[in-house]
């Protein structure tokens, strides 16, 4: 078992492991778990985490699991942790605070990746359990202050004894805001430890808004106004905390809320601390501090020097002040102020600088100021500004204390005690007065401007660094200088390096927004990127610099580049470079350069559209080394180094392939954009042919003789073009060999022993017929018949059509001589066999059997000379046979006393091919040589060709007693034929008249059919039906039943005969006339055999119709029969199966070819009017047919029914109806649409096989469907000129093993 798949499809590695698991039908295999090895159901498998509560021992490790995830999941069949076991588990156990805090961090990430999980938080929470002993410590602690803390005695048993408190996780409902934290909480809050640890993000979480919820301040509110804090103001420091977080809520309400808020604090209680001494500074110690009701003190800014001596008064203290309780606030609750406004600003112009401006701008905060007091105190100077205690200045001339604004040196701060904070209230009152907050955005630009202006030395980094920063942020979503920044976007502000293209060197700049970069990849380019040293990512979004360049500007910015790199190559050369070293380091600073150029263009591929790219297409741009130079090739001239393999193999195609290529074109390292752009793997074999063609001396130099021959081969295989045109005839781009050595002069061996030279394909000429090749010298191709037709199409000629013949007859000639009329009557007796079309794959002339017919005239010359004639060289020969065309009618061939046969045949094939070759001659020769009986023996088809149909002969006249010994004697030679056979191969003539009842067609057992053939032969011949099963036999074979059916139909022929009286009574012996007839032929010529020709052809009727019979019966042909019968032997032979009426001599090649083209334009016309299947599908209703074929059955209503064909669409898991390859797809019967959803790959394995079939008949496939009926026996059938097949038949026969008999059956 393989841990990781091998196979991209993982369904293979499922497959294999649910195999293995069926091994182990009765065991669960074995796991290792954390806690040891344990059969794969006690185990569980780790899921997200939750493995870690209470599921140590029986979870498989994770690094396992990962490891062998299939043999886990599908062999052990180990279950996965469920929520449902997790809440188990926790409702069993107290988790520890370190194990609830591990859970309540863990619960938000595992609900992100199974949000199923997330509905069943409820009862998780339900579930939980923990121990609270320490938190409750935690809140029982002695507060400070308490009189009883640490006072309680310990005993021996608290010290090994602890009890625990255990909490339930459902009873607590909140969890604590911040600014909660330190301050008393109810106990339905998270404990404050446990929440620290927890962290107040993850409560925020969305998983835990029906767990827990932010504890509401009126919830707090209420159950701190009961606690001691504010009943009793102690502790002192919890008083103050409480108080400034009451103040800081109260002051963010409005209108009624204010007020239904301060409902809920004890006003009455003593809650407010107060200074005794009533002293201003704040400096009483922590002993004097005491507490009282609002109501009965006075806010700690009050201003009560004008009422010495009437009292005493209170002032509120002042560590509520700092602590950030407000004075609206304390006024709210009952603390009173009574200052008059006018005598303030009666001298608001002549205050002078106050390092605490605080009490001036609460007193005015508190005052009744108008419209007009409040212009006033906007435009007056009456503020301090920090650090500058000579001027004040009016509010809008100051800002707010900020650490991020200290950056900028243009900025005053108003003056503020450090160690006190600014209540909201005041800050929105000054705000209001004018005094600033941010920096707005043209400050902080011309300040930058200001600074991009100077030089590198004399600007701050680290200031203008920071100012970056602040801008930066300021320009985030919902940030200051959003919307306004727009405007600034072609400000050079920023920070940007940039490569220097010709030297090389980074120079930094300052750059806008709009022209630079984040990526630095695209430095390489020459463009500008913001500075790595920056955060660029955060920089770029705020400020909206792009990430890359466009398109657009690649292109043009690559353009450039490659016109820079020319023009540097130019002018080196120009400037008579000469020398290498400077010259090498130039190539070597191109080629880098675009190598990264194109690196970076490739990690940009997915960017770039065709119309980005089509200005590449068209020019040279990409950089090569050739012959120590660059040189920039167009994306088709240039092609990709191939990997090469880390082991040794065999050279394969492609490896040839790949050597073609590194040969003759450039090549480059594979790159995406390269490729995106047109540069190919390896070049197609028609540029491989352009460049052959454009350059074939360079080609062949590069390659070599060997190398250049293998590619002709290549192209010779699949030419790379549709026609021949005068360019690829004319170039000399051809190996032309000239034979040297003519012991070598075939074979593979021609390479090596001739010259070879490239020339036009006419000056080439194919090598058909050595000898007369080795007559002349000439260019020949190489010997291989690829090349040779590939040459040949080119428009090189062969050897025999170049060369001449030209035949001279010397010396006297003779006429029907011994040797002219045995060779004549040779002529004649194997004319069917020379003509046949089974001799020779080239074709005949269409005159070839009316050469050899009686107009051929055979003569006996003393001497032949034949003449050889090549461009303008000559030779002469003697032959010892030659033909010559008299006249348009009339053939002779002319003889020596001693021909060759092989002189003879080559005469015979000029006569009838169109293109006699060499081993035409032979083939010939050995025709016309051999005896019948050895051609038989070779294969040859001499009885089917030679053998004539027998024919009905007239009565012969009174026999004497000379014929009736000859008659008797052939009839012994017809019941012996081994005895025939041989006198008539001792006589000299042909076997094959003789051997007739020896050649009939043997037994075939793979022929044999289920239906008996007794029963068809009794149908047949009824009145011979009891002589039927003896001549059969047991088991009998089509051919027995050939035989069986030949016997019974001349019986049938010899009674009738019998009956009609002696008028019929001659012919019985026509066979034996025509059989004569035939054996004669060798000796006496063809005269004999016509006046055979011209008798009678009833006979030749009455057997075709028998025969015709034998055929529907048996639905086969008839083979040959001989069978000798009684005394008077009759020879009954039937080779060919020809109708009624035709004519009674052998079929003729020329009508083969008729027949055959016939055949051919019938099927074409088929196909040409097939239609388009019907969309809606087939209503076909039911037929009854009661005229039905004489001799089929009618059954026992005498009639035959054809079912209804009703076909309907059936839409498929595609939608349209149709297979992948588009098929229609329809369903014969309601029941059949579920056979074919469930089966639906059945019909896209059956879609191939009739798309192929119909791919050789050249039919479209909208002519075709498949349909399924699962009932009925129809296999196919037409409908409006359309095909249907039936998917039931292909399921039971082909399904499993589609081969050569299921294309062959349907």
């Known amino acids: 078992y393989c841990p990781r798949m091998s196979t991209p499809d993982s ?87 370190e194990m609830l805090v591990r859970l309540l961090k863990w619960w938000p990430k595992v609900c992100r990746v199974e949000r199923s999980m997330e509905r069943r938080g409820l009862l998780l929470k339900e579930a939980v359990r923990f121990d609270a002993t320490n938190m409750i410590g935690e809140r029982a602690a002695p507060k400070s202050g308490d009189e009883n803390a640490g006072n309680s005695p310990s005993t021996d048993a608290d010290d090994d004894v602890q009890s625990v408190q255990v909490r339930r996780l459902e009873s607590i409902l909140y969890y604590t805001p911040n600014n909660l934290m330190d301050l008393p909480l109810p106990e339905t809050s998270l404990p404050p430890s ?14 835990y808004d029906h767990w827990f919820s932010s504890l509401p301040f009126v919830i707090w509110a209420s159950f701190v106004s009961c606690d001691e804090c504010l009943t009793e103001g102690r502790p002192e420091d919890v008083n103050i905390k409480v108080m400034a977080t009451l103040s800081k809520h109260f002051d963010s309400l409005e209108g009624y809320a204010k007020r239904r808020f301060v409902d809920l604090l004890p006003t009455d209680s003593p809650c407010i601390l107060f200074d005794s001494d009533g002293s201003s500074d704040g400096a009483t110690s922590l002993s004097k501090h005491h507490t009282a009701p609002p109501t009965q003190l006075y806010l700690p800014t009050s201003d009560l020097s004008a009422f010495a001596g009437v009292g005493v008064f209170h002032k509120v203290s002042k560590r509520l002040t700092k602590a950030g309780v407000s004075d609206t606030f304390l006024l709210a609750m009952g603390v009173r102020t009574t200052i008059s406004i006018d005598f303030l600003f009666l001298h608001l112009d002549t205050l002078s600088w106050n390092t605490n401006p605080k009490p001036l701008i609460k007193y005015l905060l508190e005052a009744d100021l108008s419209p007009g007091d409040l212009l006033k105190l906007r435009s007056t100077q009456y503020l301090p500004a920090e650090g500058d205690e000579t001027h004040v200045y009016a509010p809008s001339e100051l800002y707010l204390k900020n650490d991020k604004l200290k950056i900028f040196p243009f900025v005053r701060f108003l003056q503020w005690p450090t160690s006190e904070g600014m209540p909201k209230s005041q800050r929105d009152f000054l705000m209001n ?30 200031v203008y660094g920071s100012a970056l920063d602040y801008l930066t942020q300021q320009l985030g979503p919902h940030g200051l200088y959003e919307k306004d920044f727009s405007r600034y976007k072609s400000v050079k502000f920023l920070p940007c390096i940039r490569q220097n293209l010709e030297t090389g060197d980074v120079i930094k700049e300052m750059q806008s927004p709009a022209a630079c970069y984040y990526n630095p990849s695209s430095i390489i380019m020459g463009f500008s990127t913001l500075d790595p040293q920056l955060d660029t990512l955060h920089i770029a979004t705020r400020t909206k610099c792009s990430k890359d360049p466009s398109c657009h500007v690649l292109i043009k910015r690559l353009i450039q580049l490659v016109d820079i790199s020319k023009a540097k190559v130019d002018h080196f050369e120009k400037a008579g470079g000469s020398d290498d070293k400077e010259r090498e380091k130039l190539k ?70 790949d050597s073609l290529t590194e040969t003759l074109f450039q090549q480059i390292q594979y790159n995406a954009f390269l490729s995106l752009v047109g540069v190919k793997a390896e070049p197609s074999l028609q540029e491989i042919f352009d460049l052959m063609i454009e350059k074939p001396d360079e080609v062949l130099d590069s390659l070599g003789e060997a190398k250049y021959k293998m590619l002709l081969r290549r192209i010779a295989s699949n030419p790379p073009f549709n026609h021949v045109t005068k360019k690829i005839q004319s170039c000399p781009f051809l190996l032309g060999y000239l034979v040297i050595d003519e012991e070598v002069a075939s074979g593979d061996e021609v390479g090596q022993k001739a010259q070879y030279v490239l020339a036009r394909a006419e000056d080439i000429f194919l090598v058909d017929n050595s000898f007369l090749r080795r007559q002349f010298p000439m260019l020949v191709s190489p010997m ?30 003779w006429a029907d001589t011994p040797l002219t009329k045995s060779f004549a009557s040779r002529i004649r007796e194997r004319r069917p066999l020379l003509l046949s079309p089974t001799n020779s794959s080239r074709p005949l002339l269409p005159n070839a059997a009316k050469v050899l017919d009686d107009q051929l005239e055979i003569i006996q010359a003393d001497k032949i000379q034949a003449k050889y004639s090549f461009e303008r060289s000559s030779k002469h020969l003697k032959v010892t046979c030659c033909s010559k065309q008299k006249t348009r009618q009339k053939t ?57 149909v027998s024919k009905p002969q007239l009565p012969p006249p009174p026999e004497p007693a000379e014929t009736k010994l000859a008659t008797h004697a052939e009839t012994k030679i017809a019941n012996h034929p081994e005895a025939s056979a041989s006198s008539s191969i001792a006589e000299g003539k042909s076997p094959e008249t003789n051997d007739q009842g020896k050649n009939s067609a043997g037994p075939n057992p793979g022929n044999k059919r289920e239906e008996g053939f007794e029963s068809i032969l009794k149908q047949m011949f009824p009145s011979c039906s009891a002589d039927v099963a003896g001549l059969l036999g047991p088991n009998p074979t089509k051919e027995k039943a050939r035989q069986v059916a030949n016997l019974l139909a001349t019986k049938m022929a010899d009674d009738k005969k019998m009956q009609d009286g002696p008028k019929n009574e001659s012919n019985g012996d026509s066979s034996t006339l025509a059989s004569q007839s035939i054996n004669d032929d060798h000796v006496n010529g063809p005269d004999n055999n016509a006046n055979t020709n011209k008798e009678g052809k009833g006979t030749k009727k009455r057997s075709s119709g028998f025969m015709g019979k034998v055929l ?54 088929a196909v040409q009017s097939s239609r388009s299947v019907d969309n809606a599908g087939i209503r076909s209703p039911e037929t009854t047919i009661t005229s039905l074929p004489q001799g089929l059955e009618r059954g026992d209503n ?10 309907r669409p059936f839409k498929g898991p595609h939608g349209n109806f149709k297979s992948r390859n588009g098929i229609k797809v329809f369903t014969g019967a309601s029941d059949a649409a579920p056979f074919l959803a469930q089966n639906f790959n059945a019909v896209e394995r059956f879609s191939v096989v009739v798309q192929h079939l119909a791919t050789v008949f050249k039919l479209h496939l909208r002519t075709v469907a498949i349909y399924y009926q699962p009932n009925g026996h129809t296999i196919a059938f037409n409908s409006n000129k359309a095909l249907y097949f039936n998917l039931r038949y292909f399921c039971n026969l082909h399904q499993d093993r589609v081969d050569s008999s299921c294309y062959s059956y349907w």
């Open 433 to 462: 007065l004018g005094v600033r907050v941010d920096v707005p955005l043209s400050s902080v630009m011309s300040f930058m401007e200001g600074e991009c202006k100077k030089k590198e030395g004399d600007r701050d980094e680290k």
């Open 1198 to 1207: 005498g009639c035959e029914i054809i079912p209804s064909q009703d076909l």
């Open 1112 to 1165: 529907k019966g048996l639905h086969g042909g008839v083979g040959n029969v001989s069978k000798g019968v009684g005394s008077g032997t009759r020879q009954i032979k039937q080779n060919t199966l020809l109708p009624a009426g035709d004519s009674n001599t052998p079929s003729s090649p020329e009508r083969d070819a008729s027949t055959q083209q016939s055949l051919e334009a019938m099927l074409n016309q």
């Open 11 to 97: 369904l293979v590695g499922q497959c294999l492991a649910k195999g293995f698991a069926r091994c182990l039908p009765s065991s669960s295999p074995p796991v290792l778990t954390a806690g040891g090895v344990v059969r794969g159901t006690d185990a569980v498998l780790p899921n997200h985490g939750m493995e870690a509560f209470g599921f140590s021992n029986n979870v498989v490790r994770r690094i396992v699991l990962e490891n062998a995830r299939e043999y886990h999941s599908l062999i052990a069949t180990v279950p996965t942790l469920t929520i449902d076991d997790l809440i188990r588990a926790l409702k069993d156990q107290v988790l520890e605070e």
């Open 194 to 207: 446990l929440q620290k640890e927890i962290g107040l993000r993850i409560l925020e979480n969305n998983v």
């Open 588 to 657: 070597e600073k191109i080629l880098t350069l675009f190598e990264a150029v194109f690196s970076y263009l490739a990690s940009r591929t997915s960017d770039f559209a065709k119309r980005d790219l089509a200005v590449l297409t068209k020019m040279a741009f990409v950089p090569s080394e050739s012959r120590g130079q660059v040189i920039f090739y167009h994306p088709s001239q240039i092609f990709f180094k191939k990997e090469s393999s880390s082991t040794t193999q065999e050279t394969s195609k492609d490896d040839v392939g």
């Open 784 to 813: 291989e018949q690829t090349l040779e037709e590939f040459y040949n199409k080119i428009g090189s000629k062969y050897v025999s059509e170049v060369v001449k013949k030209d035949f001279e007859v010397q010396g006297p000639t």
């Open 892 to 948: 002779t061939i002319y003889l020596t006393s001693d021909p060759d046969w092989f002189d003879i045949g080559s005469a015979i094939g000029a006569l009838i091919l169109q293109r006699c070759q060499l081993e035409d001659a032979l083939l010939l020769s050995q025709l016309l040589e051999s005896p019948l009986e050895t051609l038989r023996y070779r294969g040859f088809p001499v009885d089917r060709v030679l053998r004539p």
